[in-house]
């Protein structure tokens, strides 16, 4: 599975964006997703993740600002963010598990064997 992130931006505070995640392969719909942040020095950070059967989890920094979804007729994974904050500001990853039809969800960036590049948000105050 190939991933290419993008749509990242510079945005002011309270602004929104929606990053979009292209993989390749006909088997999109069997593979979870998630989205990673990572700013310079640390580890990256678990965003959110959407399993194949479409049930989805929140690193608790973002729940209620940030929604993930996923278009399998499109092979594409979103990321909306709202309500963006100054700390928000990372790079952002796409990263894609294999999951068959099931409803896990990974957390760990140690388990997902696919990764895209990432698209920078900035977001000023």
């Known amino acids: 599975v190939q991933l290419q992130a993008s749509g990242g931006g510079w945005v002011q505070a309270g602004d929104s964006l929606r990053l979009s995640c292209v993989a390749s392969?006909?088997?999109?719909?069997?593979?979870?997703l998630g989205w990673f942040r990572q700013v310079p020095g640390k580890e990256p950070e678990f965003v959110a993740a959407?399993?194949?059967?479409?049930?989805?989890y929140y690193a608790d920094s973002v729940k209620g600002r940030f929604y993930i979804s996923r278009d399998n007729a499109k092979n594409t994974v979103y990321l909306h963010l709202n309500s963006l904050r100054p700390e928000d500001t990372a790079v952002y990853s796409c990263?894609?598990?294999?999951?068959?039809?099931?409803?896990?969800?990974?957390?760990?960036?140690?388990?997902?064997?696919?990764w895209g590049q990432g698209t920078q948000v900035t977001v000023s105050s």
């Open positions: 990263a894609a598990y294999f999951n068959g039809n099931g409803v896990k969800i990974v957390t760990s960036p140690l388990l997902y064997p696919y």
């Open positions: 392969g006909r088997t999109f719909s069997t593979y979870g």
């Open positions: 959407i399993s194949a059967s479409s049930s989805t």
